[in-house]
């Protein structure tokens, strides 16, 4: 177990140290990262230890390889790259899904106007879907809040499509596959009916807003809505 940690402590020192290196030396897309033989000596580690970190950094595509031509610096997707590492995360700790609300808010506040401008006859049907599914989540006495937490994921994810934000659509992926697991959410009844009511009026107002066409109560209703999100 220690000789496991102790490798697993290498590979991560050696991967920041390869990082280091691509910066010092300034490499930029499509430059070739040294030979491994040439990393061993530079790092003092062994051939297996380069052979982690080469292959924990070319799955997050930050660089590329092909047999017989080495290791070259990839053209970095950020919003991929934070999709994988998410993708990677089986469980959401309390502190984490309250920096992903936390994030959300921050993005969707920042993005309501061009949402609300950009959004088309079908983004308005999908918007208005997305409000009654909420109405019936919180009037349905067999609702649960998995069942809530769903229905409101997709509601906002509704009112964000027309943004065109990818790194939204990463985070919102992420904590839909929060609300799916049944081993995260428990299927508890919904116990405070009119505390969801009041919080789905805050939805309605966003709705009529879209619909509307108002970008200036669009954004009012949603900070409201979003400050605070308490996550217990």
Do not use: W
């Not at 992903?100 to 088309?120: D, K, P, Q, T």
């Not at 349905?140 to 499509?161: C, V, W, Y």
């Not at 969801?196 to 879209?210: G, K, P, S, T, V």
Request: glycine share 4%.
């Amino acid at each position: 177990m220690i000789e496991h940690l102790e490798t697993d402590t290498l590979t991560r020192q050696t991967i920041q140290n390869i990082l280091n290196y691509i910066k010092s030396n300034a490499l930029k897309s499509g430059d070739f990262l040294p030979p491994e033989s040439e990393m061993v000596k530079e790092f003092k580690v062994s051939r297996v230890i380069i052979r982690e970190a080469f292959s924990y950094l070319k799955g997050l595509g930050m660089i590329t390889s092909r047999r017989g031509s080495g290791f070259k610096i990839a053209q970095v997707d950020l919003v991929r790259v934070m999709r994988q590492v998410l993708e990677q995360l089986s469980y959401f700790s309390s502190s984490e899904l309250k920096e992903l609300f936390s994030l959300r808010r921050i993005m969707e506040i920042g993005a309501v106007y061009e949402a609300v401008r950009n959004a088309s006859a079908e983004d308005l049907a999908e918007i208005a879907a997305a409000a009654d599914n909420l109405d019936r989540a919180v009037d349905n006495p067999d609702s649960t809040m998995k069942d809530f937490g769903q229905a409101e994921l997709r509601f906002h994810r509704a009112i964000m499509k027309p943004a065109n934000c990818r790194m939204l659509d990463v985070i919102n992926a992420a904590l839909d596959k929060y609300f799916m697991s049944g081993d995260n959410v428990s299927p508890s009844p919904i116990v405070n009916a009119a505390t969801l009511q009041a919080n789905n009026r805050e939805h309605r107002l966003i709705a009529l807003a879209f619909q509307t066409r108002n970008p200036d109560v669009a954004l009012l209703s949603l900070n409201r809505h979003l400050s605070p999100v308490r996550i217990e």
